[in-house]
């Protein structure tokens, strides 16, 4: 399967004119009010297409603390040198545009009896319907040495923007011959493939800059996705430089002291240079603020996005529980275009449609040496089901990887678009 900017978007204009079929609307009562809080990849959309697709019939309101939105996904490309940080960087302008109510402030409450949702401003903000896509926090603890209060001399740079460009700077400043750790995460968490490619993207670094460093990587899993093609890229790319320890060798037995900068790694002690750390992660803070969590995450209906908890509360992307998905902007962004059908449905009377779902990861490994894995899904019961998948195989050419990496780019500009307008 390839998918380009043109085939993106095609898809999603197709999605738009679904959700856009003729809506039946009670006269003489005032719009509906839809809040949707988070403007990543499944708050935006959601956001966007409601707006549009309602034609003024529903008042929408994103709530968003900051006023330009940094891509997680191709974030690792900046480190890797092939992106500057202001490529990854998106307005909400566009979505203004398209009628959204774009307010720039931090959701610190949700009254579901009242359904209100509280901001640190102070104001108060009604809903009929509550969408929630706030992505990830940290689980406090997860890794033994490490909080919140010590990412600035260990990044985690799993929330693009200021960290990631800390954890560029401490790269770019690692002395000759010196070593990178990583802390890599437990599943479930946001990107599977995203610790690897960026051990990648930073193996691609050194090799340019520091070709004597090491790359340290504790990791608490077995095995990872695409693993095998990672291993065979970084064998033919940075042989030598990358020593990964699942949890067979002890990667899951860690802990870290920013303080004197070094990895404790089931009991041997190596002192390292740049220690990124990716702790274990959960729902954003506002889903559990709302009631909506089981602890980590927000179980979901699969046909809508709805919460077990409340029919009139959703949760999108990351923070959601919904079953095979993986946690990606892909997914994000998909789940998303079936929310916004089912709640301009529930709101309006529209039609709606069955739930189809669909993502793709990509992942760069060198330059142009790209490689893919992803799936289609469907709604059931229990959860949403994976129908079919494919990924790359090992040993494809270079014409191959050099076009599945064009391919992401492609992809990159259409949901970006799509997301934003």
Known sequence: ?????????GRSAAA???????????????????????????????????????????????????????????????????KEMDQLGHSYGGLAATGVNVVHDWAVGVDRDAKTVTLAGGATLPYDKLILSPGIDFVDGAVEGWDLSAQNAMPHAYKAGSQTELLK???????????????????????????????SMVAHYLKANNPTAKIIVADPKEKFSKMALFQEGWADHYDGMIDWIGSDFGGDIVAVDPANMTMTID??????????????????????????????????????????????????????????????GFSANSQA?????????????????PAK????????????????????????????????GFISETGETSDVRKATYEESEGWYAGITTDMLG
């Open 16 to 82: 738009a004119a679904i959700l856009a079929a003729p809506m039946v609307r009670a006269q003489g009562q005032g719009n509906p009010n839809v809040v949707v809080v988070g403007g990543g990849a499944g708050g935006a959309t959601a956001a966007r297409y409601l707006a549009k697709d309602s034609d003024g019939a529903i008042n929408v309101t994103l709530i968003e603390p900051t006023r330009t939105y940094y891509t997680c996904f191709f974030s690792n490309l900046y480190l890797g040198g092939f």
């Open 169 to 199: 700077a401490q790269l770019a400043a690692m002395p000759e011959g010196g070593v990178f750790g990583m802390v890599a995460p437990p599943n479930p968490f946001r990107c599977p493939p995203g610790p690897y490619e960026r051990v």
């Open 357 to 388: 779902f669909s993502n793709t990861c990509w992942s760069l490994i060198a330059a142009d040496d790209g490689v893919k894995v992803g799936a289609t899904y469907e709604a059931t019961e229990e959860k949403i089901a994976k129908v079919d």
């Open 267 to 328: 009991g041997e002690e190596t002192a390292v240079d740049v220690c990124n750390v990716i702790p274990a992660m959960k729902a954003g803070r506002i889903a559990e603020l709302a009631g909506v969590t089981d602890g980590n995450w927000a179980p979901v209906n699969a046909a809508d996005m709805s919460t077990k908890a409340d029919p009139d509360v959703y949760v999108l992307g990351d923070a959601s529980q919904q079953g095979d998905m993986p946690k990606s």
């Open 1 to 9: 399967m390839t998918i380009n900017r043109r085939r993106f978007l």
């Open 337 to 353: 275009k079936v929310c916004a059908n089912a709640v301009r449905g529930a709101l309006t009377g529209s039609r709606v449609f």
